[in-house]
C-alpha cells in the first residue's frame, strides 16, 4: 500500500515538473491518500482495488498535474475582479431599475418591477448561490491558498449590499421606492441572510477545496 502511494506521488511530481506549487500539491495528495489507505486499513491484500479507487477518485497523475497547470493561468487579483464586478452589476442593475421604476412612467419596467418583487424567495436564493459560488470559484481555484484571496474578495464584493442596507435602515433612501418589497418582515429576512452570507460563502470555499483534489 505504501509503496503505491509512493509511485503515485512520484509519478505526479514527474508530470508537475517544475510547477511553482510542486511541493504543496504533492504534500497536499500525500495526505488525501494517506486517508484512503486508512480507509482501506482493513483490506491490506486487495492492492489492485486500492490502486482502482484510487484513480478514480483523484484521477492519473497526468490528468492532476494538467489541471493544476490550468489554475496557473487563473490569477487570484482575476478572479477577485469577476466576483466584484459581477456583484457590481447586479448592484447597479438594481439600482437603475429601482430608480426607473420611481421617476419614469414605463410599463415595461412596471411590469418587471412587480414580477421581481413578487418572487423575494426566488431572489434570495439566487443571491445566496452566488455566494457560495463565489467561495467554490475560490477554494477550487486556489485550494489552501484561496482562504485570505475568499475573505477579501467578500468583504470587497459586500461593500455596495453594506452601503445600501445602512442608507436604508436609516430611511436616507425612501422606503416608498421599494414598496411593496419592503416590509418590516423583508427587512428582518434581509438583516439574516446578509450575516449568513459569509458561513455560506466559507462552506462554498471548504468544498470547493475539496473538489480541487
Known sequence: MIQLKTDF???LGRHLGKHPDK????????????????????????????SSEMYTRLGTPEEIADSWREELSTTPM???WVFIMANLIFFAGGT???????LFDFPFIDMIWKSLTSIPAVIILLYLFFWA?????????????GRRLMKKTFILSILPNIILMNLTLF?????????????PIFIFICILFTALLYPICWIGYRWGKKASI
Not at 96 to 102: A, R, Y
Open 9 to 11: 506521488l512520484n509519478e
Open 23 to 50: 511541493e504543496q500539491i504533492l504534500a497536499e495528495y500525500d495526505s488525501h491518500i494517506t486517508e484512503m489507505l486508512d480507509e482501506f486499513n482493513g483490506n491490506q491484500g486487495d492492492v489492485a482495488e486500492l
Open 78 to 80: 482575476k478572479t477577485q
Open 96 to 102: 437603475i431599475l429601482t430608480l426607473v421604476h420611481n
Open 133 to 145: 459560488l463565489l467561495g467554490y470559484e475560490i477554494g477550487k481555484g486556489f485550494s489552501h491558498k
Open 171 to 183: 430611511k436616507l433612501i425612501p422606503h416608498d421606492w421599494f414598496q411593496p418589497l419592503l416590509s
